[in-house]
């Protein structure tokens, strides 16, 4: 295999050795229709060419350009049209309007981060996109759609010199616990972390890859687009509301394309799960399906063994649920297991796992949390480590997780004091250049359990809870809440901290006015989690579907739920509040909804693996 020193390179050589070949196989559905489009890499190569000579008209060469597709086709095509430019692309998901108001902030707060002047996008979203940049208020920014036929010319194009140490990309992070920003990843960076998907998940040309995470999610954009062209082989993409809309579609899409690789957050397994029924699996053959990916968010040993039971009539093997983590900051992956073998678990006594042990449960225990192994962390110096202290914790003992690694990125674009903070952490001992994830973890025989995010843990009364631990008692209780769509957090009321939950109802008409039957839910969901975790729940809000706000890849994004819930502007159908957790809400207003995998018709990192 050629060994170029930066992704530029390597596109021109697969381009130039694969040019009948597809490089990517676009699907969109209509209806009970769907149609192919085909990309090769010959036209790939000469599309790129193309609007990189626009590029270099406007001497974009260095300079940020934002990408908003809702086609992977002219996504791929605009993003190494940068890459032969020398630009700086910058993926980024469309603006929306309406209850997708959040979104259009977020995209806006990209556009101000990196100082973009130049937008691109194709035809059918130019209008859109060019009414938002003027309701945006952002003066001497360009909008160009680069499927017009006329655009540019390939033979007008002037090759570029990349260096391993310039920048690749920019990838912005999904802001689940703070303001999206943007990661600053080198060709190095990028070169390393492909070589390094290819030495974890074993994949060679042969494999196909197939999903439907946005091209600006990194998961999505890095294993799904990107390493299929390291490798020189193709990926089948859908778009996130087909999905949603009808997870059969990826299924089918796998079968139909020979799928070998490809997966997404846990949720999308569990909506398989419950939503393709007997007759629809009696006609998949999914029997290729080597690597079904699961990261981006906690994965749920559960679900995973609920997929592999309900799918082995269609042929997939359990050794098929594939756990993973990474993250943005580390390009995209950190850790994963062995491919073909069982991933590991692990059964936590609960009440150690509170005061930062990964202690097995008592043989007498029913009630061990049960953990999937992410692998071991394969090529990169990981350590386990006390946040406040920054000691080093011994193999059992959760803390922090610490990296460092060729695929670590360079910082945050324009964040001088951040990136010194996150990028180069320092041991107690002064050993130092570290990144910290903002993720706790443990390692137990080589392999690192993830436990949750650091910001977003509980602390009551000297415990500490899991919030996705909490929400994921209460989902299944009853057929009123939306497929456990919740939100737990705490906040701080009368002199101490207290749990809050926002769960989502099931819209539906025939309970919109069973006050009844709603408070008798409050009641269960209270008895649930004080029986389960042993701590008062007083403050549970029961919303509307939608409100629960999640980021791109479906991330629950609880710290803007908090903020949302202090500020009075959630909107409840019933609510039960501590007299203190009342005082502190200010006022009562609307429901401000941006579930962005939502099935509605306009969808669209650091994710977590």
């Given at each position: 295999m050629p060994n170029p020193s930066t992704f530029t390179d390597l596109v021109r050589e697969r381009t130039e050795a694969l040019a009948e070949a597809d490089a990517h196989i676009e699907l969109r559905h209509r209806g009970a229709g769907v149609s192919a489009r085909h990309l090769t890499y010959g036209e790939l190569d000469r599309r790129a060419r193309r609007i990189a000579s626009v590029l270099q008209e406007r001497g974009a060469a260095g300079a940020p350009v934002l990408l908003l597709y809702s086609s992977t086709a002219d996504f791929l095509a605009a993003y190494v049209g940068c890459l032969y430019a020398g630009a700086l692309a910058v993926p980024a998901p469309l603006p929306g309007g309406g209850h997708r108001a959040g979104r259009t902030d977020r995209v806006a707060s990209v556009l101000r981060d990196t100082g973009a002047r130049l937008v691109l996008t194709e035809s059918a979203n130019a209008p859109e996109v060019s009414r938002w940049l003027a309701d945006a208020l952002v003066d001497g920014v360009a909008c160009l759609a680069t499927d017009l036929p006329g655009l540019g010319d390939p033979d007008a194009w002037r090759p570029v010199r990349t260096r391993p140490d310039d920048l690749a990309f920019l990838q912005y992070t999904s802001g689940s616990v703070a303001d999206p920003r943007g990661v600053m990843v080198s060709h190095r960076n990028l070169m390393a972390n492909q070589e390094l998907l290819g030495r974890v998940l074993r994949t060679t040309p042969e494999d196909r890859f197939g999903g439907w995470l946005p091209h600006f999610h990194d998961m999505g954009f890095i294993a799904h687009l990107l390493h299929p062209l390291w490798l020189g082989s193709h990926s089948v993409q859908m778009s996130p509301v087909s999905f949603v809309k009808r997870p059969l579609r990826w299924l089918r899409a796998v079968q139909e394309y020979g799928v070998t690789v490809g997966g997404g957050p846990n949720f999308c397994y569990d909506l398989c799960t419950t939503r393709i029924t007997d007759d629809e699996i009696a006609g998949l053959d999914l029997s290729r399906w080597r690597l079904a990916l699961n990261g981006a968010e906690p994965v749920r040993p559960a679900t995973l063994e609920a997929f592999a039971r309900r799918f082995a009539p269609a042929g997939l093997r359990p050794e098929a649920l594939y756990p993973c983590y990474g993250l943005a900051e580390a390009t995209l992956l950190v850790s994963a297991g062995t491919p073909g073998a069982p991933h590991a678990t692990t059964t936590a006594d609960p009440a150690a796992l509170e005061h930062g042990l990964l202690t097995p449960s008592p043989r007498t225990s029913a009630e061990g949390r049960v953990l999937a192994g992410c692998g071991p962390a394969t090529g990169y110096d990981l350590r386990i480590v006390d946040p406040e202290s920054g000691r080093e914790l011994p193999p059992g003992a959760v803390g922090e997780i610490w990296l460092r690694g060729d695929s670590v990125a360079q910082g945050y674009w324009r964040r001088p004091a951040e990136t010194e903070e996150t990028f180069r952490a320092t041991l107690d001992?002064?050993?130092?250049?570290?990144?910290?994830?903002?993720?706790?973890?443990?390692?137990?025989?080589?392999?690192?359990?993830?436990?949750?995010?650091?910001?977003?843990?509980?602390?009551?009364?000297?415990?500490?809870?899991?919030?996705?631990?909490?929400?994921?008692?209460?989902?299944?209780?009853?057929?009123?809440?939306?497929?456990?769509?919740?939100?737990?957090?705490?906040?701080?009321?009368?002199?101490?901290?207290?749990?809050?939950?926002?769960?989502?109802?099931?819209?539906?008409?025939?309970?919109?006015?069973?006050?009844?039957?709603?408070?008798?839910?409050?009641?269960?969901?209270?008895?649930?989690?004080?029986?389960?975790?042993?701590?008062?729940?007083?403050?549970?809000?029961?919303?509307?579907?939608?409100?629960?706000?999640?980021?791109?890849?479906?991330?629950?994004?609880?710290?803007?739920?908090?903020?949302?819930?202090?500020?009075?502007?959630?909107?409840?159908?019933?609510?039960?509040?501590?007299?203190?957790?009342?005082?502190?809400?200010?006022?009562?207003?609307?429901?401000?909804?941006?579930?962005?995998?939502?099935?509605?018709?306009?969808?669209?990192?650091?994710?977590?693996?």
């Open positions: 001992d002064g050993e130092t250049g570290f990144l910290r994830t903002g993720d706790l973890g443990a390692t137990e025989d080589g392999h690192l359990y993830v436990t949750g995010r650091l910001k977003e843990l509980i602390i009551l009364n000297g415990r500490n809870l899991y919030p996705q631990d909490v929400e994921y008692a209460v989902r299944g209780l009853a057929p009123a809440l939306n497929s456990g769509v919740g939100a737990a957090f705490s906040v701080d009321a009368g002199g101490r901290e207290q749990l809050v939950l926002v769960q989502e109802l099931k819209d539906t008409d025939g309970d919109r006015d069973d006050e009844t039957g709603r408070r008798a839910l409050v009641r269960r969901i209270q008895e649930t989690v004080g029986a389960e975790f042993n701590v008062p729940l007083a403050n549970v809000l029961l919303v509307p579907a939608g409100t629960v706000r999640r980021t791109t890849s479906g991330k629950i994004q609880r710290s803007l739920m908090r903020a949302l819930f202090v500020e009075g502007t959630l909107r409840a159908r019933h609510e039960v509040l501590d007299p203190a957790v009342e005082a502190l809400v200010r006022f009562r207003g609307t429901a401000l909804g941006d579930d962005l995998l939502s099935p509605e018709p306009a969808g669209g990192g650091s994710g977590r693996w």
